[in-house]
């Protein structure tokens, strides 16, 4: 009688264990997604990281250009006004 309630226990114990083990199993594969979802979300902000230097690097150029015109513009314009200026030196 012990033997056979010995049995029953034993029985029940890994049922138990076995539900365990496969609920492990279930959440290590859902770990394994999330990795996965994660690192697929790190080469995205890896490619936008890439895609906003490249943005910034136009902007720069962009913003040099208009410095460029600007201070040419500005050396174009004080240059015309000393060529129609009476006072400069240059008349």
Known sequence: MASAQLLKV???IGKGVRGIADNVVVVDDRVKEVNDQVKEVNDQVKEV???VKIVGDVVQAIDDKITAVINGTHCLFNRSKEMFNPN????
Do not use: A, I, V, Y
């Open 10 to 12: 034993t029985n029940t």
């Open 49 to 51: 990281n890439d895609q």
């Open 88 to 91: 400069s030196r240059r008349w």
